[in-house]
């Protein structure tokens, strides 16, 4: 989807093309020399927000794809990797999500999302499904603050900016996750014990 | 202290130590007499080491994204703002804006190259499939493009590493990875094409490459920067399938 561009946005793709007409770095050059680094943590967050393999996969393809393209949009000097955040939460929102729901299926179990690599030992493989299979107990909303919060190391202002929510409204989110997941291991606890 | 009523959002703000100073004190003052608020805290606690731990071995497993070679964002020249400094901006500005040529569509090839570009020995080094994984990759890849790919498995001389289907422009593109005797990454990629056309050599993003098409699929074989080495394994491929 391409929304109209802004005015200062407009501006931003202005100095892109004098910044490329100078022949120093551009835009482009640093979002492409970054994007290595950054998909592959893209693509874990799509996957536990999307809970399918195969979304994730567009999902993450979907936001390099749409960074290069709007390159000229990137502020030299700022965070690359929440700036490619923000871009993948809108796509989730505003085009991937809609389908996914219509296409049914939903959280699929991690087995069944392909996950089970050939590349790790059974050990690990069993230690990954169990922690995505709690994460999938965890509401949409929750599952992203999360991953920015607690995996990615955002600030909460920070995570608040990608999410385009109120600061107050991830710390409510991260205190149910918490408490969802402290209950979690209690009961387990108690079950072993 | 204890009835100022401590939220589990504040209590989770200060385990993740987003709360402000006089708040900390106040909830450490708290925390110091309370016995439900500390309960509650234990509670909140949960350690999330694990969930970065696993999120890490995930990351690992992400599929490199394909994108369009760097080609396709054309640079300027220099030359192009010439003459006063601010009216030059000003109309290179508008003519960049109005006059910028449309970059030839990147071709499967382009995607192909700049996707291969980010291989290096390591990505397949550590890659070892059980005969039954590598069996059931095998069969999922041929039946995704469409003709039987096991052959290409077998190439002598090269460590064939994984097959996988990836997609382009919505049709299945096939994409077997291996490591020469040198360790150089080289990938074989299969998509079906209705067209036919004799081997020749390319070069795309600083790889050499060959391809050729039989009439039901076009065929690409590229990695390395030896020619001969190019040359020679799209030969047995060739003979082989």
Redesign the interface.
């Known amino acids: 989807m391409s929304e109209p561009l802004g005015v200062s946005e407009y501006f931003n793709?202005?100095r892109g093309?004098?910044i490329?007409?100078?022949?120093k770095k551009?835009n482009?050059?640093i979002v492409?020399e970054g994007?290595?680094d950054i998909?592959?943590?893209?693509?874990?967050y799509a996957?536990?927000l999307t809970g399918r393999r195969d979304v994730a996969?567009d999902l993450?393809?979907n936001t390099?794809?749409r960074a290069?393209e709007k390159?000229d949009q990137f502020q030299p000097g700022t965070h690359l990797d929440r700036w490619m955040f923000r871009i993948a939460q809108r796509i989730w929102l505003n085009e991937l999500r809609s389908q996914t729901v219509r296409r049914g299926g939903g959280l699929v179990p991690v087995e069944d999302a392909g996950?089970v690599?050939?590349?790790?030992d059974a050990e690990?493989n069993i230690?990954?499904s169990?922690?995505?299979s709690r994460?999938n107990t965890l509401p949409e909303a929750q599952r992203s603050t999360?991953?920015l919060?607690?995996?990615e190391g955002f600030?909460?202002r920070e995570a608040a900016e990608v999410l385009d929510i109120p600061i107050?409204t991830v710390?409510?989110r991260?205190?149910?996750a918490?408490?969802t997941?402290?209950?979690e291991?209690?009961q387990d606890q108690s079950d072993s014990a | 202290m204890s009835e100022e009523n401590i939220s589990d959002e504040l209590l989770t703000a200060y385990l993740d130590d987003e709360v402000e100073a006089a708040d900390r004190v106040r909830i450490d003052a708290a925390l110091a007499e309370d016995e439900e608020l500390q309960g509650r805290l234990a509670l909140l606690d949960v350690p999330l080491d694990p969930i970065r731990d696993a999120m890490a071995q995930v990351a690992a497993q992400a599929p490199a994204p394909v994108l369009p070679p760097a080609s396709a964002q054309r640079r300027f020249p220099l030359a192009v703002a010439g003459g006063s400094l601010a009216a030059g901006l000003v109309l290179g500005a508008l003519l960049m804006t109005q006059l910028t040529p449309a970059p030839k569509a990147p071709g499967w090839i382009d995607y192909v190259a700049s996707y291969q570009a980010l291989y290096s020995t390591e990505t397949l080094a550590g890659v070892e499939l059980t005969p039954e994984i590598r069996a059931a990759q095998l069969a999922s890849v041929s039946t995704a493009v469409g003709r039987p790919l096991e052959a290409a498995a077998s190439v002598p001389g090269l460590d064939f590493k994984r097959a996988q289907t990836l997609g382009f422009n919505g049709k299945p593109l096939v994409q077997m990875a291996y490591l020469s005797a040198d360790g150089v990454p080289l990938a074989f990629c299969i998509i079906s094409k209705e067209q036919t056309a004799e081997l020749k050599q390319l070069q795309r993003e600083g790889l050499q490459a060959a391809s050729w098409s039989d009439g039901s699929h076009a065929y690409l074989l590229i990695g390395g920067d030896d020619p001969q080495l190019i040359e020679t394994t799209a030969r047995q491929l060739q003979s082989l399938l």
Do not use: I
């Open positions: 793709t202005l093309r004098f490329r007409l100078l022949g551009s482009a050059d492409r994007l290595p998909a592959p943590r893209l693509w874990r996957l536990v996969d993450a393809q390099c794809l290069l390159a996950l690599a050939e590349g790790m690990t230690f990954v169990q922690v995505l994460m999360v991953m919060v607690y995996v600030a909460y107050g710390m409510s991260l205190a149910a918490r408490a997941l402290g209950k291991l209690k």
